[in-house]
Nanobody
Framework: SDILVESGGGSVQAGGSLRLSCAAS????????MAWFRQPPGEERREVAT???????HYSDFVKGRFTVSRDGVKFTLDLQMDNLQPEDTGLYYC???????????????WGEGTQVTVSS
């Protein structure tokens, strides 16, 4: 079945790093645009970073220069390296797969369950 399973969340102090990983079924990995979204407390879910099936990446302005998204074709994972984390990065981070237009919440076909990231000042 087509599923996404996130791992790697946790708590860090400002300036620290975390690495998230999203394990995907083979069908998703080779056919879908994959992305990370996040949802801070009381706010809407927003795109963080995307990776198309041909390897192109896109970052939202609030993470450019700090986060790096990458696909691993051996482990079938989408990873998100997060450096210089700040308190405003706190939220639930979701892995997502889209078979159509990438980067929009409304177009996502499959969501992971989410993993919590908490950054303290």
């Amino acid at each position: 079945s087509d599923i996404l399973v996130e791992s790697g969340g946790g708590s860090v102090q400002a300036g620290g790093s975390l690495r998230l990983s999203c394990a995907a079924s083979v069908g998703i990995f080779w056919r879908a645009c994959m992305a990370w979204f996040r949802q801070p407390p009381g706010e809407e879910r927003r795109e963080v970073a995307t990776s198309t099936k041909d390897g192109q990446t896109h970052y939202s302005d609030f993470v450019k220069g700090r986060f790096t998204v990458s696909r691993d074709g051996v482990k079938f994972t989408l990873d998100l390296q997060m450096d210089n984390l700040q308190p405003e990065d706190t939220g639930l981070y979701y892995c997502a797969a889209t078979y159509g237009k990438c980067g929009e919440v409304k177009d996502v076909n499959i969501w992971g369950e989410g993993t919590q990231v908490t950054v303290s000042s």
